[in-house]
């Protein structure tokens, strides 16, 4: 059996890195009266980082948020990321801050109109919608590299006055850190794309399109919605009483604290999480959520057609098919949570006899 105590530990350091005893109480309260350290490590491996820490990691990216609009024109900001779901796994977290440049909007005009010239599957109300569009579209003469290019070295430009901790090397986001608040902001050069699917949703602001902006390369990265899967997630965990995220910040802690390095980011493990029907849950003890969760993993793992057909929480894209080494990495984490399972097992016999 493996050593609970050291990983309980190194969980209770990450969800109050400050050692706050005040979080820390909060933190145990709730395992008082658990008698088996495996439990108490799966109970709190489930649990949300401390409000106290959320909110200051909010605050923070708001402080540089702040900052950025007292000088910029023409941009518009948006926060991401687990803290916004709720689902990350360390008080000291970042947040994404996204910051678009509104000269123009990424669009799908070729799309619409090769759309127009069939209409197959599609009604009347949405051909009304993307023929406004269509019409409306006016082509953006300026130069949107540039425009983006242009942005990043202004973020970098403001923060670097205001932070004397900003790290301007990375290609996709400048990362600032507040040593006040002691949290990090990971600040993000973007631009908005209208989609299809954001235009037949009456331009709804969660369809909203995000392309990243990459410095190194000079290009914008492929079309991602952020504001849709917030959303999906956030009403997934209210319609399963925050058992869904549960799951994720189990199966995230576990493989943070394996000693293989398993490869596997938000993205797949919310992927995974998602994709279970949530009557196999919605009512399930935290202890049975491990066996949730390792079945639906065993299923990827061993099923070719389910491995292929997972979709990513807003349904965009394919999680694991043509990647058969993430598939191998989700291999590593079953085997984690295998080991878990076996180790409950195993402390229950012990109570037992």
């Known amino acids: 059996m493996r050593d609970y105590n050291r990983l309980i530990s190194n969980i ?20 008082v009266g658990l008698d088996r350290n495996v439990a108490k490590f799966v109970k709190l491996a489930m649990s949300a980082v401390d409000d106290t820490y959320t909110q200051r990691s909010k605050q923070a990216g708001n402080n540089a948020k702040d900052w950025l609009k007292a000088e910029q024109h023409d941009v518009d900001y948006a926060f991401q990321g687990s803290v916004m779901t709720n689902t990350h796994i360390k008080g ?29 599957n599609y009604s009347w109300s949405d051909e009304l919608k993307l023929r406004k569009f269509e019409q409306n ?39 600032i850190k507040n040593q ?5 902001v990971d600040v993000v050069t973007a631009n908005k794309h209208e989609s299809i699917q954001y235009i037949l949703k009456d331009y709804d602001g969660k369809y909203l399109g ?24 956030n009403a997934r965990g209210i319609e399963t009483g925050d058992r869904f995220k549960k799951m994720v910040r189990f199966l995230k802690n576990v493989r943070s604290q394996s000693d293989n390095k398993i490869d596997l980011t938000s993205f797949e493990i919310n992927s995974i999480c998602y994709d279970i029907p949530t009557w196999k849950y919605s009512s399930a003890y935290y202890l049975q959520l491990v066996n949730v969760v390792f079945e639906k993993m065993y299923s990827i793992c061993n099923n070719q057609t389910e491995a292929d057909n997972l979709k990513s929480v807003d349904g965009t894209e394919y999680v694991f098919r043509n990647k058969p080494d993430k598939v191998r990495q989700l291999r590593l984490l079953l085997s984690e949570v295998k080991n878990i399972i076996d180790d409950l097992q195993s402390s229950n016999k012990r109570i037992i006899y």
């Open 137 to 175: 579209f006016v082509p953006y003469t300026g130069d949107s590299l540039q425009d983006l290019r242009n942005l990043r070295l202004d973020n970098e430009i403001i923060l670097s006055k205001h932070y004397v901790i900003c790290d301007t090397s990375k290609a996709k986001a400048i990362r």
């Open 92 to 120: 000291y977290s970042d947040i994404d801050l996204l910051t678009f440049c509104t000269k123009f909007y990424g669009s799908e005009i070729s799309k619409v109109r090769k759309i127009l010239q069939s209409l197959n």
């Open 12 to 31: 209770s350091s990450n969800y109050n890195p400050e050692s706050n005893m005040v979080v820390e109480n909060r933190m145990f309260t709730d395992l």
């Open 180 to 184: 006040n608040l002691n949290m990090e």
């Open 210 to 233: 995000v392309r990243i902006y990459d410095k190194e390369k000079n290009c914008q990265l492929d079309v991602d919605c952020p504001f849709l899967r917030i959303q999906l997630m």
